[in-house]
């Protein structure tokens, strides 16, 4: 699903990522492949997660993978702007999860390899950065049903599928997560896409934080706070997913499932 929807867009990838990505774009001549800029963004990637692990303590060169991280994203956002223009699949979800794990992971070792709590919560954060991705994936779907969004929205997929994990990770893995935290769906008939938009703008607005590219620019701006202290950047983020996203999501979706039961209550068109 193309991010054409200033709603449903993560608020970094609408507010910095993309703009900047537009920006570049729009001066390289020709346009670079979708294929080139994803190989492109898988080297810059993997190599930014294997700095991380090169970096002296407490000196600048902490500020060359945050720089290699920041630039993934940005070329990550051109794929999708690329993609949504061609016609083809825009997500670049797997990608992006996969980097930012390399990223976590590396990050993880210069803290404290050795320490239980250290991998015990960045393992907490790991799994609870894939849930948010996976609930966003789905609220921008159920979202776009809801309102009479664009019609390439596929429905879940009822088995896990590399097509599937590429759309976000969402629809086949997390699918039946998401739908007990958010409820039932709504099988009625198609409700006035007007009012139910205005029902659900607000909680999905609230979504918007919970996608790879709040992850990343946490990840990113760590990397290079981490020249200062290894420590504080590993423990500011792990807490900032582990718990501040954590119960931002659980916000979500207490939101939601209000505006999704007031919705169930309109006249359908």
Same mark, same amino acid.
């Given at each position: ?10 608020? &970094? ?15 390289? $001549? ?40 920041? %630039? &993934? ?6 794929? $999708?702007?690329?993609? +949504? ?11 992006? &999860?996969?980097?930012? @794990?390399? &990223? ?7 803290? %404290? ?15 609870? %950065? ?7 994936? !789905? ?5 776009? !049903? =809801? ?11 009822? $088995? ?16 039946? =997560? @998401? ?22 703008? %607000? ?7 919970? +996608? ?6 946490? =990840? ?5 706070? *981490? ?21 931002? *999501? ?9 505006? !999704?039961? =007031? ?7």
């Amino acid at each position: 699903m193309a991010d054409d929807d200033p709603i449903t867009e993560g608020y &970094f990838d609408r507010h910095l990522h993309r703009p900047l990505a537009a920006w570049v774009l729009g001066r390289v $001549r020709p346009a670079p492949s979708l294929e080139l800029l994803t190989l492109a963004g898988l080297v810059v990637g993997l190599t930014g997660a294997v700095a991380v692990l090169l970096a002296s303590p407490r000196s600048v060169d902490w500020i060359f993978p945050a720089w290699l991280l920041f %630039a &993934f994203t940005v070329a990550s956002s051109g794929r $999708r702007l690329l993609a +949504g223009h061609s016609g083809a699949e825009p997500e670049a979800g797997m990608l992006e &999860f996969a980097i930012g @794990a390399a &990223f976590w992971i590396a990050l993880t070792l210069r803290a %404290a390899p050795d320490s239980a709590w250290t991998c015990t919560v960045a393992s907490i954060a790991l799994v609870s %950065a894939l849930v948010h991705v996976g609930l966003q994936a !789905e609220l921008r779907r159920r979202f776009a !049903e =809801l309102t009479g969004g664009d019609g390439d929205v596929a429905p879940p997929s009822p $088995r896990p599928s590399v097509a599937a994990l590429a759309r976000g990770l969402a629809p086949a893995v997390f699918h039946d =997560l @998401a739908a007990a935290l958010l409820g039932p769906e709504h099988l009625g008939g198609r409700p006035p896409p007007g009012a139910a938009r205005s029902l659900l703008a %607000a909680p999905m607005r609230m979504a918007a934080w919970l +996608g790879h590219d709040t992850h990343l620019a946490l =990840l990113y701006v760590a990397t290079a706070v *981490a020249a200062v202290r290894i420590d504080l950047a590993f423990w500011t983020v792990a807490l900032a997913v582990a718990v501040g996203l954590n119960l931002w *999501a659980l916000l979500v979706v207490a939101g939601w499932r209000r505006a !999704e039961a =007031l919705v169930r209550r309109l006249a359908p068109v």
